[in-house]
Every structure is written in structure tokens, then in C-alpha cells.
């Protein structure tokens, strides 16, 4: 069958190989991520730590309803996302485009509830760091600085997102050219776990960012 | 090795606690627990992370040296949260000559 | 063993044909001409010809990199600076550490050797993800032009080790492409080790266990989950610098609270691990290196084997040595200093199993041994007085002082350099398919040792007597020394040109090599020299352990 030997690298000796390998590959780039995000986890931390009370008070600034459905809009996107991939192990190559294409639609969405709404009116407040701070009351470095970590924590995160959408992109055009079979989806699996791990990163960043606040 | 085909109906439910997690992460938030707030929100934080990865991500069918990857990876941050911590929550403990203690005192914090 | 034979008359039992004649290595076809042009080489997925590209790349960052410390050491010759003035010195130490860490010694083993041999050693035609590998050079470029524009642009002053708030509020340097550079260049090595990682578990040949692998694989492994789970920290270390240099926001600033001794935790939860990303190669350079020399197994080679591994573990608990007086607390200095005695265990296993290695062997003292033989005793001597500074209360005295110089310069360029250099003489008849001058080798090692001794064993002196380093002018009573340490550096200098002359003469000129000029064990040996680009005709099939040359009898020639 032509197109099992015109999947198979020149460096592998049989497909089965590829496929662990490229997988192997995404989990230890995964692992670089945990530690890149990590890296921000600690430092937050450790400030919470320091400055609870400051740090509550600018959990509460944000907003839960907005945050819960963005959370809720990622895990709707990993669902057919893994969706996606099973159409991928099944050769349906309609179902595998039209789930691609909602995952990056919801993708989208996230980032444009993101900075669209959430940011842009943290901007208007006067709660951007750096850009347009206006707040001076009791405690306000500290919710300052809480802010510092909130944009840079969810803003790197979109960044993810964002690259995200374009794996998809190319992934969807890939798709509709029919490159992809139940024995060569490689990059459909692997970018699934890529756009699962973004989703995990979230699913930690909603409540340290938006549920720590002492709502109560 | 994923050759294992996962049902649309494992997925759907996964997703549906995923998503009753969420309600629930959220509501627990607006109680007042204390302390365990935190634990909570951490505790549930991590069944959803694995559930994503156990399922959506198929560790759960897939070789054991995918999953040390990911636990290597987890067990590196608590190396760097713990170790840093340690340092940071021990600043003030460094013990001080008592002849000292008067100078202390008087300077204004 | 007759040392007199020349090499390409040495014969161990798989060379073939070693006097060939010069006709065969041009019809042959192997990885250097089996295509021609700028565009194959640039756009190349062969392991073999990046590991070039990677080799003629670090080899020029290394004399950027040695021409700021040869003004560095001129300029202290004399106690009041006889060169540059002290902002000036400040970024000529700044682009020596970041060009010769970052631009030199972190790819330089794994990216020229490591690409070059993991194929061949493990008996696979080329890495798991080739045009990753590829992408990781152009990144590797990116990031070092960057660097270049940094320097370029006017230098940045921090230290190699961007500390906060220096780098984040009060420095007027170029910062933020620096820091940027070193970034990019960060996301090079990862790609590195990420391959390497998924190479070694799934592309071994057929009968090649964990345990039958040549103890460079093992090294290599051990320096991939460093890269792997280190440098993302410095990564988003260095990106917090930027973001609070670029937006004027305090993440490290005790204005608003901020402590600036977390951005060292940061830094040094990589950069300790990094050390080891440069040295960790080197030593399996040597443990390849020791038993070729002496024709023998090597001793204890499961202890070896983990060793390198144990030391990639080891290495991530033990970086607040760096911090002892930087206001860390003291709770966390006992620990930090402990698990640094734990972390020179490993090391130290590995010496003894060498030593034990090269006792009763027979030794031949071609040049790449001596790259070895020096490594074993330098690295030693730089191992111990680590061992001085993590005893937290000698640091006090000695942190931020030439002792600190003296001792990463005896494992950086007294191990990891001599290990990077004696792996280039041993490899080099299957990288280039010719032998080098065996004369003007020894003559460098010999040069080079010398030359280093003069000019860092001074260093310990200085450094216990005060004086500190990062510093342009110093009390005129350590004039003598400096001194001499400026005239050693020039000879260091000399001992590293000529190599450089030789081994680019000797790829036209040189006697033609055969596919085993050493009579060494090793897959790669029974490649042809240059391989072909596919590696081998068939897999082979692995079926004795690793270094299996006869243990009691010594080798007839």
C-alpha cells in the first residue's frame, strides 16, 4: 500500500517506531514546558505566600463568570480535539476536519474572551502594570504586583494558544489535502497532546489566579 | 504506543466531569474553608489534569516511559518550588547573637 | 606497542585496507561528497554534516569569546588597568561568559561530537527527528547573532549571569538582546537533547542493550535530561528580566517587594545544572578516550554508567552554593552545601574507575590520550577545590574571588575543553577521512598544558589572598601573579591556534585514513572513514559488550 511506505521516515526502520518516537519527542518537549511554566508557578508562589492579602484582593478584581467560561470553552476544545484524533485513527477525514476546525474556533474564542474582554478591561480600570496603573489604595503594590503575575502568566499562556491555532491551521490544510491515514496521523496525535498540555496549564492558572481570593 | 481507539463516549464523559469539576472548583470558591480553600482548589485542580492526560492525552494506554516523562517533569518543579521555598520561608529564622537583639530592636521595620 | 609505527600502519582487528590508496577516498561516496553545493550543506538533514555546520559555528564563537579575554588578561598586567577602563572591563567579562558558556561550551560536545557519533555509536542511520536537528542550528545561529549584535551594539555588563536588579532597572547596556539571545540560544539546546533523548531509547540496533552502549551514549543521555529539565528555567529567568526591563514592572524589585535574590534561584536552578551540561560530555569523551589508550575495558563500567546519570540528578539540588553570601538563608545554606559534597561523589567514581582503567593497559601516548591523561588531572584538581567552595564557611572567604575563577577555569578549560579537544583528535580520521599531524599535536597538548597551569593555578593564589574578581584595577601586591597569568595566557592562546591550522591542513593534506586507525572497539569504527551518509549498508548487529578488548594480554602490533 503506497501510502504506509511513503509514511515511513528514511531514519526508522518501521512505522511503529515513528510513531513512538514522535510521540517520545512531544512528551519530552512537554516535560520542557512544565518547567518553563514552572519557573512562573514558583515565583507566584512564593508572593502569594508573602502577600496573601494583597494578592487576594487582586483575585477578587478579576472576573470568575468569564474566567469559569473560559475554562469551560478549553476543555470543550481539548474534547474535540481528542475527538479529532480519533477521527484521524479511523480515517474519517471529514469528521477529522470539522473537529480541527472547532477546537481552533474555540481556541480562537479563548483568546479573544482573553484579551478582548478580560484584558482590555483590566486595561481600561487602570490595572495593567507598566501600561496604565492607576490604583493607589491600601496595599496597592502588592495587588500590583499580583497583576504583573496575572498578565505575564496568562499572557504567556495565549502565546501557547496562539501557536497553538497555527499548528492547527496547518494541520486543517494538511487534513483537507488528505495527507493524513489511520497509519500516518503522527502530527494529529502529537499536536493533540500539545494543545492538551495548554489546556492543562489553564485548568492550574483558573483557580490560583481566579479562585484564591477569599470570595466570601 | 496508541494504537488503542479511545470510544467518543469515554471522551463525552470525561469531558462532563471535566466540566462538573469546573462548577465545582468554582462554587467551593465561594465558601469560606479556610486554609483548605487552597488545598481544594489544588486537589481538584489535579484530578482534572489527569483526567486530561490519563484520557484525552491516552497515558492511560500508553508506555510507561511516557509517564515518567510527565512525573520527571512534575517531580523537577517540586525540586525547584521546595528548594527555593526553603530559602525564602527561612530568611527570618537566621539566628542572631543575643548582644545583638537590643541594636534590633530599636531600628523601625 | 610501537609507539614509533605510524598510525595508519596500526592495525586492530576490523581495519581494512588501512594503507589505502589516495584514488579510493575520492571515488568512494560518503557524507562530504555525496552532494555539493552551499544548498546541501544548508539545507542538509545529515547528522554528520550539521555536526559541521555546529563545528565550524563554535569554533569561531570560541576566538570571539578567547579575543575578549585576551584583552581581559592584558588589560591586567597592570594593578591600574593598563587597557580599558572598568565600564569597559565590565563588558568584556559580561560577552567572555556568555559567548564561551552559552555559545561554546553548552553545544560544543553535543552538538559537534554528539551529533556526529550517537548515529554511528549506536548503529542507527541518523537521529530520531533529523530536520529538528537541523532547526536547532539555525536556532543555535539566530541566538548567537543576537549575542553578536549585543556586542556589537555596544556590549552588556551584567555578567554572564544577568543579576537582578543590576540587569532589570540600573544597567544602560543591551540588556534585553543579550538576555534574548541567550534565550534562543537556550531553545537550540533543548532540541538537542530532546533528540538525543528519543534516540537512544528507540533507535539502538538490534542487540545493543542499555548496558552493551559505549559510555559516551551514557553520557550524552545524562546531558540531555539536564537540557531538558534545566534550561526552560533559565528561559523564563531570563524572559522575567526582560518583561520587568521592558514594562519598568518590579517581579525582582524590593520596591514593591520584590526579591531579587528569587531571580538567582531561578538562574541558578539551571545554571548549576549547566556546569554539568559542559563537563558531563567530556567525561565520556574520556571514558571512550581511556580505554582506546589502553587498550582495556573499562573499569567498573556500571559505575560509570550511572554515575553520569546520578550527577544529572545530583546536579539540580545543589545550586544555592552559588548563593551562600547573597543573603540566602543559612538553613537553606546547610543543605545546599551538603548535597554539594553528594554531588562531587559521582565525579570522583568516575576518576578512580579511569585510574583503575588505565593500570596495567597499554598505553600509547598519542594525542588524544594526553587531551585525556591532562583532563584526568586538571579536572581533579578543579573537582577539589569545588569541594572548598561548597563548604560554606571557606566560601565566605573565597566567593567572588579568582579562587572561584581558577577553579570552573580548571574544569572548564582544564576538563571540558581538553575533553572536546581530545575527542576532535580521536574522531577526526572518521569526521574527515584523514589523519592529523601526530607531531604538531602532541606538540599543542603539551603547549596547552603548560600554557593553562601558567595561567590559572595563579588564579587559586590571587583568589585565596583577596582578590576579587570582575574587577578591572587591583592592589599592587598581586601584580606578580596576574602577570603571570597574562603570559600564560598567551601561550594558551598559541596552544589553541595551532591545532586550528593543522586540523584544516590536514583535511586536504593528510595521509588518507582507514576505517580503524586507532584498533578501537565501537560501532562507529566499523563505518568506513568519512561514512557514507546513510551510515551503514546493513544495521548491524551488536553482539559483544562495549570495550571488548582483551583484558590480560596486551595488544601485539
Not at chain 2, 542572631?96 to 534590633?104: G, H, R
Not at chain 3, 542550528?137 to 543576537?146: I, T
Request: include cysteine; glycine fraction near 10%; proline fraction near 4%.
Amino acid at each position: 500500500m503506497h501510502s504506509s511506505t511513503a509514511a515511513l521516515a528514511e531514519q526508522f526502520d518501521d512505522l511503529q517506531q515513528q510513531q513512538e518516537a514522535s510521540s517520545l519527542g512531544m512528551w519530552v518537549f512537554l516535560a520542557t514546558e512544565v518547567m518553563f511554566f514552572g519557573g512562573l508557578f514558583t515565583a507566584y508562589i512564593l508572593y502569594r505566600n508573602f502577600y496573601l492579602p494583597g494578592f487576594e484582593a487582586g483575585s477578587r478584581l478579576l472576573n470568575v463568570r468569564i474566567g469559569a467560561l473560559n475554562t469551560a470553552i478549553l476543555l470543550c476544545s481539548s474534547l474535540t480535539m481528542a475527538l479529532a484524533v480519533r477521527a484521524a485513527q479511523l480515517g474519517k477525514k471529514g469528521a477529522l476536519t470539522t473537529f480541527l476546525f472547532l477546537t481552533l474556533l474555540l481556541g480562537l474564542a479563548f483568546v479573544a474572551v482573553k484579551l478582548g474582554l478580560e484584558w482590555r478591561h483590566d486595561y481600561l480600570e487602570g490595572f495593567a502594570p507598566g501600561v496604565h496603573w492607576t490604583f493607589h489604595g491600601p496595599d496597592w503594590r502588592h495587588i500590583e504586583l499580583f497583576f504583573v503575575f496575572y498578565f505575564f502568566m496568562t499572557g504567556i499562556h495565549a502565546l501557547h494558544m496562539v501557536v497553538g491555532v497555527g499548528i492547527l491551521t496547518a494541520l486543517i490544510l494538511m487534513a483537507g489535502r488528505g495527507k493524513f491515514s489511520p497509519q500516518r496521523y503522527n502530527a494529529v496525535e502529537v499536536a493533540g497532546l500539545y494543545w492538551h498540555f495548554v489546556d492543562i496549564v489553564w485548568i492550574f492558572l483558573y483557580p490560583l489566579l481566579y479562585l484564591i481570593g477569599g470570595r466570601y | 504506543m496508541v494504537d488503542h481507539v479511545v470510544s467518543t463516549k469515554l471522551y463525552i464523559l470525561v469531558f462532563a466531569a471535566l466540566i462538573a469539576l469546573t462548577a465545582l472548583t468554582t462554587g467551593v470558591s465561594f465558601i469560606d474553608l479556610g486554609k483548605w480553600n487552597t488545598v481544594a482548589a489544588l486537589a481538584i485542580a489535579v484530578c482534572k489534569a489527569s483526567l486530561v492526560a490519563l484520557f484525552f492525552m491516552h497515558l492511560k494506554w500508553s508506555s510507561g516511559l511516557m509517564r515518567i516523562v510527565l512525573l520527571a517533569a512534575f517531580v523537577w518543579f517540586a525540586i525547584l518550588v521546595t528548594l527555593t521555598l526553603a530559602d525564602e520561608l527561612a530568611r527570618q529564622w537566621t539566628p542572631v547573637p543575643s548582644s545583638w537583639e537590643a541594636q534590633i530592636q530599636q531600628q523601625v521595620r | 606497542m610501537g609507539e614509533g609505527q605510524g598510525r595508519g600502519e596500526r592495525e586492530g582487528d576490523e581495519a581494512m585496507g588501512t594503507v589505502t590508496v589516495e584514488t579510493e577516498i575520492e571515488s568512494r561516496v560518503h557524507y562530504l561528497n555525496a552532494s555539493y553545493g552551499i544548498k546541501s550543506w544548508l539545507l542538509t538533514t545529515d547528522h554528520k554534516r550539521i555536526a559541521l555546520l555546529y563545528l565550524a559555528s563554535i569554533t569561531f564563537f570560541f576566538f570571539v569569546g578567547g579575543a575578549a579575554a585576551v584583552l581581559m588578561r592584558l588589560n591586567l598586567i597592570s594593578p591600574g588597568g593598563a587597557i580599558v577602563e572598568p565600564a569597559t572591563y565590565n563588558k568584556l567579562f559580561s560577552m567572555h561568559g556568555i559567548i564561551m558558556v552559552f555559545l561554546f561550551l553548552i553545544p560544543s560536545i553535543p552538538a559537534v561530537l554528539g551529533n556526529f557519533l550517537v548515529p554511528l555509536m549506536i548503529g542507527a542511520r541518523d537521529l530520531a527527528f533529523p530536520r529538528i536537528n537541523l532547526l536547532s542550528w539555525y536556532v543555535f545561529m539566530a541566538g548567537g547573532l543576537l549575542i553578536l549584535y549585543s556586542v556589537i551594539a555596544g556590549g552588556v555588563d551584567t555578567g554572564w549571569t544577568f543579576y537582578t536588579p543590576l540587569s532589570t532597572t540600573y544597567a544602560n547596556t543591551n540588556v534585553i538582546s543579550a538576555a534574548l539571545g541567550v534565550f534562543i540560544v537556550g531553545f537550540s539546546s533543548i532540541l538537542t537533547g530532546l533528540n538525543f533523548i528519543v534516540t537512544i531509547h528507540k533507535m539502538r540496533a538490534p542487540g545493543m542493550t542499555w548496558f552493551k552502549m559505549p559510555l559516551f551514549l551514557w553520557a550524552m543521555y545524562a546531558t540531555s535530561i539536564i537540557q531538558i529539565l534545566g534550561t526552560p528555567v533559565l528561559a523564563i529567568s531570563l524572559t522575567l528580566v526582560a518583561l520587568e526591563r521592558l514594562f519598568h514592572v518590579g517581579v525582582f524589585d524590593p520596591a514593591v517587594g520584590g526579591d531579587p535574590v528569587l531571580f538567582q534561584h531561578l538562574f541558578w536552578f539551571y545554571s548549576h545544572p549547566a556546569v554539568y551540561i559542559m563537563i558531563l560530555p567530556s567525561m565520556g569523551v574520556i571514558s571512550e578516550l581511556v580505554t582506546a589508550f589502553s587498550k582495556k575495558r573499562i573499569f567498573g563500567y556500571t559505575f560509570v554508567a550511572f554515575s553520569s546519570v546520578a550527577i544529572a540528578v545530583i546536579s539540580f539540588l545543589v545550586w544555592g552554593h552559588h548563593m551562600f553570601v547573597a543573603g540566602q538563608s543559612i538553613y537553606a545554606g546547610l543543605v545546599f552545601s551538603l548535597l554539594s559534597f553528594a554531588v562531587a561523589i559521582p565525579s570522583a567514581i568516575k576518576v578512580f574507575n579511569w585510574t583503575a582503567t588505565l593500570y596495567k593497559g597499554s598505553i600509547s601516548y598519542d594525542a588524544p590520550m594526553l587531551y585525556a591523561l591532562g583532563f584526568i588531572g586538571l579536572f581533579t584538581m578543579g573537582g577539589l577545590t569545588g569541594l572548598f567552595l561548597a563548604t560554606l564557611a571557606v566560601d565566605v572567604h573565597v566567593h567572588g574571588t579568582y579562587f572561584v575563577v581558577a577553579h570552573f577555569h580548571y574544569i572548564m578549560v582544564g576538563g571540558a575543553v581538553m575533553g572536546y579537544l581530545g575527542g576532535i583528535h580521536y574522531w577526526w580520521p572518521k569526521i574527515s577521512g584523514r589523519l592529523y599531524p601526530e607531531g604538531w599535536a602532541r606538540l599543542s597538548a603539551a603547549i596547552l598544558f603548560v600554557g593553562f597551569n601558567l595561567t590559572f593555578f595563579p588564579q587559586y593564589v590571587l583568589g585565596y589572598l583577596g582578590m576579587p574578581r570582575r574587577y578591572a584595577v587591583y592592589p599592587s601586591e598581586f601584580q606578580v601573579l596576574n602577570v603571570m597569568s597574562s603570559a600564560g595566557a598567551s601561550i594558551l592562546g598559541v596552544g589553541y591556534l595551532i591545532p586550528l591550522v593543522y586540523l584544516v591542513w590536514s583535511m586536504r593534506y593528510g595521509p588518507v585514513a582507514g576505517p580503524n586507525p586507532w584498533g578501537a572497539k565501537g560501532l562507529e569504527w566499523q563505518a568506513p572513514s568519512p561514512p557514507p551518509t546513510e551510515n551503514f549498508e546493513e544495521t548491524p548487529i551488536v553482539t559483544e559488550e562495549a570495550y571488548a578488548y582483551g583484558s590480560e594480554e596486551t595488544q601485539v602490533a
